[in-house]
């Protein structure tokens, strides 16, 4: 079974629109991670989340971490076709280990 | 750019080709990272190096042979490939040991095996 589990697998949204993707752990969050990944290319770092509550924002992009530490969510305000990309979690394993779930795929509809 | 290149950026090789892929980050981290990124699966931590020292072998078949010179270059070496391991490689950086560190990824070598 995947250790960090995505939902939804894919969005389409109309632009200006809200959406919300969601990350959720068997275990403890100790450092939580969200990355961006156009296709074909490389991720690029959006946030890091570390404490029980911890909520991080950057231009329309919000990311919260509960206080049980075992689920994430990434929230996006009047998205963009900027926006449209595969959102990944990821989160810090034993032995420097970085782990990554399914990945969530993002359209934006003009 | 985050500092983090690869090299080549597509490559083709046959099934009895040895080709490498290179990675390489000047931003001083110490540890590197090669993943693994295939159509409609996650993405697959492979090999994991901390100070040139191979901390991580994610059960990786052996035709596939990491190396780590120094802190700064990660290849990863391609032998007798199959057409499974057709995949987008990665290559990351992070900085030191510890957990709670952000990792840098390159954007990619897009493996094609024939």
């Known amino acids: 079974s995947q250790e960090l589990e995505q939902s939804p697998q894919s969005l389409i949204v109309q632009e200006g629109k809200n959406l919300t993707i969601n990350c959720t752990s068997s275990k403890t969050l100790y450092g939580l991670y969200w990355y961006k990944q156009k296709y074909g290319e490389g991720l690029i770092f959006l946030m890091m989340?570390?404490?029980?509550?911890e909520e991080k924002s950057h231009e329309k992009i919000t990311a919260k971490l509960d206080e049980k530490k075992q689920q994430s969510s990434l929230h996006i305000t009047a998205s963009q076709p900027s926006h449209a990309g595969i959102y990944l979690c990821g989160a810090d394993r034993a032995g420097n280990k970085l782990v990554f779930g399914a990945g969530t795929i993002l359209r934006v509809k003009s | 750019e985050t500092g983090v290149t690869q090299t080549p950026r597509h490559l083709v090789m046959g099934m009895t080709n040895k080709k490498s892929l290179k990675c390489e980050q000047h931003l001083g981290h110490n540890a590197m990272y090669w993943y693994k990124q295939s159509a409609k699966k996650p993405l697959e931590l492979m090999f994991v190096?901390?100070?040139?020292?191979?901390?991580e072998n994610n059960s990786v078949p052996s035709r596939f042979s990491p190396e780590c010179p120094n802190s700064s270059h990660l290849f990863l070496h391609l032998h007798t490939l199959q057409p499974e391991d057709s995949a987008l490689y990665l290559c990351a950086s992070s900085q030191g040991a510890t957990l709670n560190t952000e990792a840098f990824f390159g954007q990619g070598t897009r493996l094609t095996v024939v």
């Open positions: 190096y901390n100070f040139k020292e191979q901390t």
């Open positions: 989340l570390q404490k029980g509550g």
